[in-house]
Structure formats: C-alpha cells, structure tokens
C-alpha cells in the first residue's frame, strides 16, 4: 500500500469539510489559549494534547458501523446513571459540588459521559418504536434524561444539567412530540416558576439575580458578570490587540482559560473578531444540519440533529453568559475553553457525525 492509498483509507469515514472546521477551532483555541493564561506554553501543551486525543477519538468513532454506535447506547447509558448514583453516594466534594468520582486511577465526571449518552439512548429507544409512537412513548422517553437530569442537579450542577435537559428535548422535538406539548410544557414551566424557586441553591438564586442587576454585588457575585461585560464591551470594533487585553493581563477577567475565555476574545479582536468566531460557529453548525437534513434513517437523523443543536446550545450559553444576557451557569466555549473531558466528548459527538455522513456516503455509492 502506497503513501496515497493509506491517506485515502485514513480519510475515508472523515468529512473534510467538518474536519476543516474543527481544525479551525483547535488553532483558535491554541492561539487564544497562550494569551489568557500569560504564554504559558505548559497550558498550549496540554490543550493540543487534549485535541489531539479528541481526534483521534473522532476518527475511530467515525470509522465505527452505526449498528455498533447503536448497541452502545443502553451499556452507555446504565453504566452513566450507575456512576451519577455512585457520586451522590461515594463522590468527591469540591467548591461545594459533589461532582467527581474517584476511581483510582482517576478522578472522573460522569455527568460529562452523559451529555452524549442520553440523547443516544433517547434515539435508540425512538428507532425500536418507530412504527406506532404513541403519547406513552414520549413520556418514557422524556423519564429517559429527567433521571440523569435530576441526578446532576442535585451535585448542584445547574450548567450540565440544562445542556444534558437540552439535548434530551431536541431528541423529543426532532422525534415529532406535539407542538400543543411543547407549549402547554412551557406554560406550565412559566407558572411554576415561583414554586420552583425556594428550591434552589442560595448559588443559583444569586446567578439569577445578579443577572437583573449585578452592580448589587458588585465585588462578590456580581464580579464575573461585571468584568465580562467589560472585556467584552472594550474590544471595541477591531479589539486592543493580541496579548494586549487588560481585564486579562491585568487579572481583572476571571476563569480567563475556561467559562470567560470568551471575553479574552472580544477584548483582543473586538467585533470584527467575533463576527468571525460566529462565523466559524456557524460553518460547523450548518454542515452538522446538512448531514442532518441527508441522513437515511430515523436514529441517525435523531441523533445528528441532537448533537448539532446541542453544539449550538453549548455556544449560545456561554457567548451569553459572558456577554451578560443569560445567567453565569458555569458552560465552556465549546472547543476552545481549555479541558480535556469537554473536548473528548464534543469530538465523539463529531465522530457519529462524520459516521452519518460517510456510512451514508458509501451506501449510495
């Protein structure tokens, strides 16, 4: 086998067009990565490291036959709620979150693995009942993400689970569930609310409020809100410049590497920088609904339109969390904040993606 024919069988299952993208994001992470942490270049190390273990994650995922993705989604799914049952037991506190689990080797998330395995579970289970879904059928789905769901809010963690609660709903919306439903749920939700409230965590009481008005707490809860909005306010048009930012470099900006990575962004590149980051986004996300759009049978369109939107979702938190306009609820900048666990499993994601697509691909061929 010569050079050419391995670099054909190597790229055989990827989408150049989606791996493009993803390439872009991992340069624009590098990049932006070196400057939030002051040219630490242990921590540029460590986030190629981690795209480069992504990758390759994505590859065998995207060479996987979909039945194999499918038999993986009841193991995937016991094995996640069995690890969230041993965190609320066994797990680990820190920040006063129980959301680690020790396994020896390792401290692991579980809440992390679920984030892809519920909506795999959800469209395996849409696929079996596919010819005579009935209203019993969205409601045993619907018990499929509220029990992982209520798991992890209980650690407290607010964030994963409302973008674990998203891709569960958009695997019931692409599925067919009722508009009526969806609006009567949503209603219902709307006036709630005030019951719903003495429930929570005095932290996430706080968020909200200080959504309102953060200038009420202005060194304290507020902080991250504040200084977000004016990192992102003082880039300007054309920004301040690479490694110029100073909510950054000044150490005013908070989780500068993670969560705010995004201000960082906007101070040093300014609108101009952002309209091109979204642009970026927006590349990704389009070309997750053309294989959407393509895909050949139920579960693959059930799943594809999942993860794209949960992309989407994942974006849409975190540029508005930053920028002011929604809580601080703690949501990386999907492949570019720096960590490991969060690029692993946006990269499978991406992997059962390209799946779709190639499979598809070589069946019409």
Do not use: C
Request: charged share 10%; proline share 4%; net charge positive.
């Amino acid at each position: 086998m010569n050079l050419r024919q391995l670099k054909q069988r190597f790229m055989l299952h990827l989408d150049p067009i989606l791996l493009a993208g993803l390439g872009g994001f991992m340069f624009v992470s590098l990049l932006l990565l070196y400057s939030a942490s002051d040219g630490s270049w242990m921590r540029v190390l460590s986030q190629f490291i981690n795209f480069l273990v992504g990758f390759a994650v994505l590859w065998i995922v995207a060479n996987m036959p979909l039945h194999y993705v499918m038999r993986a989604a009841i193991p995937m799914y016991v094995l996640g709620t069995i690890l969230l049952i041993a965190v609320a037991l066994f797990g680990e506190i820190s920040h006063g979150a129980r959301r680690w689990l020790n396994i020896g080797v390792a401290t692991i998330q579980p809440s992390e693995l679920m984030k892809f395995a519920v909506p795999l579970m959800m469209a395996w289970y849409f696929e079996k009942n596919e010819a005579a879904l009935t209203l019993k059928n969205y409601f045993v789905a619907s018990l499929l993400f509220i029990l992982p769901v209520g798991l992890i809010v209980r650690q407290p963690d607010l964030g994963t689970s409302l973008l674990i609660g998203a891709s569960g709903f958009y695997v019931l919306f692409l599925a067919g569930l009722s508009w009526r439903i969806i609006i009567g749920s949503s209603l219902a939700a709307i006036i709630s609310a005030p019951f719903v409230w003495p429930m929570l965590h005095d932290y996430q009481r706080h968020r909200i409020m200080m959504l309102l008005d953060p200038s009420q707490d202005a060194l304290g809860k507020g902080y991250h809100t504040i200084q977000g909005m004016i990192a992102v306010g003082s880039g300007g048009i054309l920004g301040k410049g690479y490694l110029s930012g100073t909510q950054t470099h000044l150490d005013f900006l908070p989780e500068r590497t993670t969560d705010f990575i995004f201000a960082v962004w906007s101070e040093e590149f300014g609108l101009l920088g952002n309209l091109l980051l979204m642009g970026l986004y927006i590349f990704v996300i389009g070309r997750g609904f053309i294989i959407t759009a393509n895909a050949s049978t139920y579960f693959t369109r059930l799943m594809a339109g999942s993860i794209t939107l949960t992309f989407f979702t994942y974006t849409f938190v975190n540029m508005g969390m930053v920028s002011g306009i929604l809580p601080v609820v703690g949501v990386p900048l999907p492949l570019v904040s720096y960590g490991g666990t969060s690029i692993l499993t946006l990269m499978l994601g991406f992997g059962v993606l390209m799946s779709i697509h190639t499979h598809q691909r070589l069946v019409k061929t």
